[in-house]
């Protein structure tokens, strides 16, 4: 079998790519690097530099190839940042999404599996089932649900079989703490590791299932051959809600450092965000298995290897009104 995935000099790609090769897929990475790094791609892959952007490439890839899946990890996950930058969210987190189903239709792909997050339920009941109709609250939440609809209406009219993932706040190894933007954990670990507090927006005690990227890959590398996920949506993660403070004492532990976190002004954001899972577990026959201590303790034990990374500025900023003041260019 061979698998395509975009995104996969990233985070949870890699881990994803890692999975597949390990299943004895052969496996292409495409990635244009905006967020990844070519140390991520696992040996045994081919890396395309590229964007999901260019149709020329893609048709090029497809044609070549002819792969029998695609799984689409390519994103810019900052769900409180996509507020503010309307054009490129949905440039990158929606179009480029259709240019890869149009090419999985155009060349007879037999899955596409596509990582969606829980950004699409909105603020809801607790805990956040497949079955609750979604109300996504910021732009990368919508670019999300809306690629959701469009897998399912293609299907319908070509067939193309998918798979959605919803997973949500996953960290581990590999991922990018130099992004100040998302991923919560690794904003942490970098803020430490460079002697600066950690900052929380608001009192802190907003909560989320902080998921363990272990537990998520292979779910999700799984999603190719399991006949029994053909067009259905899953929520994948962790079951257990923590609140950011109590996030915030974890990693300081793991970390050896001071509880040192400064609070910033409260931003536009859901306030409680957690998932059942009883589907995947049903379908795939898996549970998590490690704790929030035990995953912060292995991301940090890979983090102190690899050191901190300088926070980039995101400059390409859309709309200044309401910015919190910390993603303001300094």
């Known amino acids: 079998m061979k698998s395509l995935i975009t995104g996969g000099a990233g985070f949870i790609g890699s881990h994803v790519a890692e999975q597949l090769l390990g299943m004895g897929h052969r496996v292409v990475v495409l990635d244009d690097l905006s967020g990844g790094f070519v140390e991520n791609v696992p040996p045994g892959a081919e890396f395309v530099q590229g964007s999901i952007l260019d149709r020329d490439l ?13 799984f689409h990890l390519a994103a810019y996950a900052a769900e409180g940042l996509s507020h503010f930058i309307k054009h490129f969210n949905y440039q990158n ?20 599996i596509f990582t969606s997050s829980i950004a699409v339920y909105g603020v809801g009941q607790l805990p956040m089932t497949e079955e609750m109709a979604p109300q996504p609250e910021d732009s990368y939440g919508i670019a999300k649900y809306a690629v959701e609809m469009e897998l399912k209406a293609t299907h319908e009219m070509f067939g193309l079989d998918y798979v959605i993932f919803r997973p949500h706040n996953v960290y581990g190894e590999r991922q990018n703490i130099g992004d100040k933007y998302r991923n919560v954990v690794g904003i942490f670990m970098n803020q430490i590791l460079q ?51 109590h996030l915030a004492r974890v990693v300081a532990q793991a970390m050896n450092a001071p509880v040192n976190m400064t609070h910033l002004d409260p931003r536009s954001e859901v306030i ?29 034990a890979w983090v102190r290897v690899h050191g901190a990374r300088q926070s980039q500025e995101f400059e390409q900023i859309e709309i200044a009104r309401n910015l919190p003041p910390s993603w303001k260019l300094s």
């Not at 299932?209 to 399991?226: M, Q, T």
């Not at 009883?278 to 303790?297: H, M, N, T, W």
């Open 195 to 245: 002697g600066k507090p950690m900052t929380v927006f608001g009192d802190g005690e907003q909560t989320r299932a902080f998921s363990y990227i272990g537990d998520v890959a292979p779910v999700i590398a799984r999603a190719a051959e399991l006949d029994a996920a053909r067009n259905q949506v899953f929520n994948v993660g962790a079951d257990q809600p923590y609140s950011v403070n």
């Open 93 to 112: 987190n929606l179009i480029g999404s259709v240019n890869l189903v149009n090419a999985a239709v155009n060349h007879d792909v037999r899955r596409f």
């Open 58 to 70: 893609l048709d090029r890839l497809f044609g070549q190839h002819r792969f029998d899946y695609v």
């Open 272 to 300: 409680h965000a957690f998932s059942d899972h009883a589907k995947v577990e049903k379908i795939f026959d898996y549970r998590p298995q490690v704790s929030l201590e035990e995953g912060i303790r292995r991301m940090t």
